[in-house]
């Protein structure tokens, strides 16, 4: 093969080199050498003699590919999977890895936007909306529900004086994920209630639990056989005696019943959310979409090789609360069977939480039960 920058190989056509090919791909020879090293983009041809790399022109496609999904900021790592997929395949792992970005830059543009207010507001407490004087407490309570198509429950609900809790378990180790996970976070809401916690001080409190509880996750999964594939969602209240804070990942859900209103006030962590936020979705037809179960972020064993499930810090925020709240969280046992509409009405109807968690686990009893629910209320009263 000569050194005139060209190979002849009858298999494939016309091979270039490096140099040529870095201009047909727009990118460096120092990125190709870069990405051949990863496995990214593997050199057509590679000179046994003088080890000069050299590409079929058909592969600039695949190496634009790369390129663009630098660009937008995917790992390496990530990348190595999606130029080995299918188009459509890769289309699904693009969408929910930018799907992914999106949420998180939400949660940080959320705590922001928090913290600018909490700031300018110079230590004025949201709380001083109600007597100064008044003591604030929950009354709650939680129940869950293997339903009538599984034989395991994997969800887990905790409803304590200072800690509200669900999860949904998912995997061989499903369920102990989800009880490790509210687990890990009763130190935590323990030290909460020793009195007002500053806005700053909860927050970093709130963000160590976050750790805390994927680190007992993953300790909890990593006997198992199959540790990357297990996992499960978190959402959480710790009650400070003033507010609320809370601890979400995945799908389950917390509302807010206020003014007669219910207010879904977390954002899933689904394919299908994603997919409605970016327009090519409505929610009628997310009800129903093959992919509805598919979560981008999770509290997991392991770093997974899959597009769904991505293990992460989960979000934490405030939550301003006001005597006469009335809050929910639960898996999607409940909230992906029943209609909204029937959730606000078996949460208003409830005169107390305990009545209000038989009303919400009947509902999708009555809708054949298909999976596990995790359910809890609790009021903000004034003692």
Same mark, same amino acid.
């Given at each position: 093969?000569?050194?005139?920058?060209?190979?002849?190989?009858?298999?494939?056509?016309?091979?270039?080199?490096?140099?040529?090919?870095?201009?047909?791909?727009?990118?460096?020879?120092?990125?190709?050498?870069?990405?051949?090293?990863?496995?990214?983009?593997?050199?057509?041809?590679?000179?046994?003699?003088?080890?000069?790399?050299?590409?079929?022109?058909?592969?600039?496609?695949?190496?634009?590919?790369?390129?663009?999904?630098?660009?937008?900021?995917?790992?390496?790592?990530?990348?190595?999977?999606?130029?080995?997929?299918?188009?459509?395949?890769?289309?699904?792992?693009?969408?929910?890895?930018?799907?992914?970005?999106?949420?998180?830059?939400?949660?940080?543009?959320?705590?922001?936007?928090?913290?600018?207010?909490?700031?300018?507001?110079?230590?004025?407490?949201?709380?001083?909306?109600?007597?100064?004087?008044?003591?604030?407490?929950?009354?709650?309570?939680?129940?869950?529900?293997?339903?009538?198509?599984?034989?395991?429950?994997?969800?887990?609900?905790?409803?304590?004086?200072?800690?509200?809790?669900?999860?949904?378990?998912?995997?061989?180790?499903?369920?102990?994920?989800?009880?490790?996970?509210?687990?890990?976070?009763?130190?935590?809401?323990?030290?909460?209630?020793?009195?007002?916690?500053?806005?700053?001080?909860? /927050?970093? @409190?709130?963000?160590? &639990? #976050? $750790?805390?509880?994927?680190? !007992? %996750? *993953?300790?909890? +999964?990593?006997?198992?056989? =199959?540790?990357?594939?297990?996992?499960?969602?978190?959402?959480?209240?710790?009650?400070?005696?003033?507010?609320?804070?809370?601890?979400?990942?995945?799908?389950?859900?917390?509302?807010?019943?206020?003014?007669?209103?219910?207010?879904?006030?977390?954002?899933?962590?689904?394919?299908?959310?994603?997919?409605?936020?970016?327009?090519?979705?409505?929610?009628?037809?997310?009800?129903?979409?093959?992919?509805?179960?598919?979560?981008?972020?999770?509290?997991?064993?392991?770093?997974?090789?899959?597009?769904?499930?991505?293990?992460?810090?989960?979000?934490?925020?405030?939550?301003?609360?006001?005597?006469?709240?009335?809050?929910?969280?639960?898996?999607?046992?409940?909230?992906?069977?029943?209609?909204?509409?029937? /959730?606000? @009405?078996?949460?208003? &109807? #409830? $005169?107390?939480?305990?009545? !209000? %968690? *038989?009303?919400? +686990?009947?509902?999708?009893? =009555?809708?054949?039960?298909?999976?596990?629910?995790?359910?809890?209320?609790?009021?903000?009263?004034?003692?």
């Amino acid at each position: 093969m000569g050194r005139d920058g060209r190979a002849a190989d009858a298999g494939r056509g016309e091979l270039v080199t490096i140099g040529e090919f870095a201009r047909l791909s727009r990118l460096s020879a120092k990125a190709l050498r870069r990405y051949d090293e990863l496995g990214l983009l593997r050199p057509a041809l590679v000179d046994p003699v003088n080890g000069y790399r050299y590409y079929d022109p058909a592969q600039a496609e695949g190496a634009r590919l790369v390129a663009w999904l630098r660009r937008i900021g995917m790992p390496l790592s990530r990348i190595g999977r999606v130029v080995q997929l299918d188009p459509a395949a890769a289309a699904v792992e693009i969408r929910a890895y930018w799907a992914r970005v999106e949420a998180e830059t939400a949660a940080r543009r959320d705590l922001a936007m928090y913290l600018v207010d909490h700031l300018s507001a110079e230590g004025v407490e949201m709380t001083k909306r109600v007597p100064e004087n008044a003591a604030f407490g929950i009354r709650c309570a939680a129940l869950t529900d293997t339903g009538a198509v599984r034989t395991a429950n994997q969800d887990t609900a905790f409803a304590g004086a200072r800690l509200l809790a669900a999860a949904d378990g998912f995997g061989e180790a499903g369920a102990e994920a989800s009880a490790a996970a509210i687990e890990a976070l009763k130190p935590t809401a323990r030290g909460a209630g020793g009195g007002v916690l500053p806005a700053a001080d909860l /927050l970093n @409190a709130l963000e160590d &639990a #976050a $750790d805390a509880a994927s680190r !007992a %996750v *993953r300790d909890a +999964v990593s006997p198992y056989n =199959a540790p990357d594939g297990s996992g499960t969602t978190l959402t959480a209240m710790v009650w400070t005696g003033s507010r609320l804070g809370l601890v979400h990942i995945g799908d389950s859900r917390a509302y807010l019943l206020r003014g007669g209103e219910l207010f879904r006030i977390t954002h899933d962590d689904s394919l299908v959310q994603a997919m409605i936020d970016d327009g090519s979705l409505s929610p009628e037809e997310a009800a129903s979409h093959p992919q509805r179960s598919l979560l981008l972020k999770a509290l997991v064993g392991a770093a997974q090789s899959a597009p769904v499930a991505v293990a992460c810090r989960p979000e934490v925020r405030l939550q301003e609360v006001m005597a006469g709240d009335r809050y929910l969280l639960c898996s999607d046992g409940l909230s992906a069977v029943v209609d909204e509409a029937d /959730l606000r @009405a078996a949460v208003i &109807a #409830a $005169d107390d939480p305990e009545e !209000a %968690v *038989r009303r919400l +686990v009947a509902l999708p009893r =009555a809708a054949g039960g298909p999976d596990n629910v995790a359910c809890v209320v609790a009021d903000v009263v004034v003692r």
